[in-house]
C-alpha cells in the first residue's frame, strides 16, 4: 500500500469505517509516518467534537456511504503553490541593497495533498447528519409525548386503587411508547420522590422516577414501555428511587 492509498484512507480510519483487520493494517501503516500520523490525529479530533455535539446513533448505511464519496470525489494531482513573495515596505536607511531572498512556505509531501477532497467531504457528511439528528433528526421529549397522547389507538391504564388519586398512564401501541399522566399529587418532601413500578407476579421492576410540578400535575415519558402482563405501583421512596419498593403503595393498577 502506497503513501497515496494511506492518505486516501485516513479519514475512514479515524471513523473507524474500516473492517476491524484492515483498521489495523492502516492505522499501524499510518503511525509509522510523522506527517501521516498528525493528519490522523487532527481528523480523530474533528470526528470526536461532532460526536460530542449529540448523543447518536449513525444509520447503518453510513461506512458504505462514506466510501462511496471516497471513490467519487476527484483527488489534486499536483502540489499546493509556491507562497507568494511578499512586497517589501522600503524605509528611508535601511533598505536591502541586493536581491531579495525568495520567501517560500513549506511543502507537504505530494501524497499528502492526495485525498485530502476526500477527507473534507467525509467530514461534511458527518458534521452534516450530526446537525439533522441533533436539530431534527430525533423527536424531542415533547414531541414523542405528544405523540403518545394524540394517538388514535392510545390505551389508557387508570391507577386509581389507593389513597392517592388522578394517576393514569397512556401508552401508544403504534410507538411503544407510554405518558405517566397525573393531577393533584401531593408534593412527596424534599427528600422524596414518586416511584412507578411494573408488578409481575412478586417482584417489581422499577419504570421510573418522577416528581409532580408545583400544582401537582406530572407528564412524563416512558420509552420502551412494557403493558402486557403488568400491573402497576406507584410508591414513594428516597430521592433518587430505590431497587425495590420500601413502602407501600400510593396508587395501584390492581
Request: proline share 9%; glycine share 8%; charged share 25%.
Amino acid at each position: 500500500m502506497n503513501d497515496e492509498e494511506l492518505y486516501e484512507l485516513i479519514p475512514l480510519v479515524a471513523l473507524h469505517a474500516l473492517p476491524a483487520d484492515e483498521l489495523d493494517e492502516a492505522e499501524a501503516a499510518i503511525g509509522s509516518d510523522p506527517l501521516m500520523r498528525a493528519e490522523l490525529d487532527q481528523m480523530r479530533a474533528l470526528v470526536a467534537s461532532l460526536d460530542d455535539a449529540s448523543d447518536v446513533t449513525p444509520p447503518s448505511d453510513l461506512r458504505q456511504r462514506i466510501l462511496d464519496i471516497v471513490a467519487v470525489t476527484p483527488q489534486l494531482d499536483h502540489a499546493p503553490p509556491e507562497a507568494k513573495r511578499p512586497e517589501l515596505t522600503i524605509v528611508e536607511g535601511t533598505a536591502h541593497s541586493g536581491p531579495l531572498p525568495q520567501a517560500t512556505a513549506p511543502r507537504r509531501p505530494r501524497s499528502q495533498w492526495l485525498g485530502l477532497s476526500a477527507a473534507a467531504a467525509v467530514c461534511a457528511l458527518v458534521a452534516g447528519m450530526v446537525a439533522w439528528f441533533a436539530l431534527g433528526g430525533s423527536p424531542s421529549e415533547s414531541e414523542q409525548i405528544a405523540e403518545v397522547m394524540d394517538s388514535s389507538v392510545a390505551q389508557t391504564v387508570m391507577l386509581d386503587d389507593g389513597r392517592v388519586q388522578g394517576i393514569r398512564i397512556v401508552y401508544s401501541p403504534t410507538t411503544g411508547d407510554a405518558v405517566l399522566v397525573g393531577e393533584g399529587l401531593p408534593e412527596p418532601g424534599d427528600d422524596r420522590d414518586y416511584q412507578l413500578w411494573y408488578v409481575e407476579g412478586t417482584s417489581p421492576v422499577s419504570a421510573g422516577v418522577f416528581r409532580p410540578d408545583d400544582d401537582g400535575s406530572v407528564e412524563q415519558l416512558i420509552e420502551d414501555f412494557e403493558v402486557d402482563g403488568n400491573e402497576f405501583a406507584v410508591t414513594e421512596e428516597p430521592a433518587g428511587g430505590s431497587e425495590a419498593p420500601t413502602s407501600d403503595p400510593i396508587a395501584t393498577s390492581f
